[in-house]
């Protein structure tokens, strides 16, 4: 007589749990998501949730990091210090453009959406990951246009907020890219206004 064996549930992943609920988090905001939701997209229970990543927000930032990890715009790359400024900053509201509206389903810069949760701590864990990509993008232009830096990186800041907010409204990557070119066509008159200024 054979005695039949109880298959053992696999072990939990908690990176891909991670991933799945970044898709989530990404989709839906950080204060639409709930933990029945979440543990229904992991397929876990809620004690084994808190057990796993501590809170809802503390998973939240978790799936932020990852998203800044692998979905983040190559500051970098884009800021080059031999690229003439205007250039750049166009480049990165066109990119941006692109990423933000590529994904039907995931619109938008998911750590830009985070800082609008009413969440404290959601709201502060994102505003915390997005400090870094601002910083860079002030320390560019002030390297390249010192006296009106503050001002340039508000308005390069400003548009890709309303870049991420547009998009998550639905509005196609078509016309945010042509919205981001004419936002690097300004930047072109700021930058000649500056240089011309300086002659």
């Known amino acids: 007589m054979e005695v039949s064996q109880r298959k053992r549930r696999p072990a939990f992943d908690r990176e891909e749990g991670v991933a799945k609920a970044q898709a989530l988090f990404h989709a839906r905001g950080y204060d639409a998501v709930s933990i029945a939701d979440l543990t229904s997209e992991l397929g876990i229970n809620p004690p084994s949730l808190y057990a796993a ?58 750590i830009t959406e985070g800082m609008r949760a009413d969440d404290e701590t959601a709201r502060r864990a994102a505003e915390s990951l997005g400090r870094a990509g601002s910083d860079a993008i002030y320390a560019y232009i002030a390297s390249k246009h010192p006296t009106r830096a503050r001002q340039v990186t508000d308005y390069v800041l ?32 700021e930058f000649q206004e500056q240089s011309n200024a300086f002659e």
Do not use: W
């Open 53 to 110: 990543y501590g809170s809802k927000a503390e998973l939240f930032e978790r799936t932020m990091q990852r998203h800044a990890e692998n979905s983040a715009l190559p500051l970098a790359r884009i800021l080059s210090p031999e690229r003439p400024p205007a250039e750049a900053l166009a480049a990165l509201l066109v990119a941006a453009a692109r990423q933000y509206g590529s994904d039907p389903c995931l619109r938008g810069c998911m």
């Open 158 to 189: 400003v548009t890709l907020r309303g870049l991420s907010s547009f998009a998550c409204m639905g509005l196609s990557q078509k016309r945010l890219v042509e919205t981001a070119r004419i936002a690097g066509r300004a930047l072109e008159v």
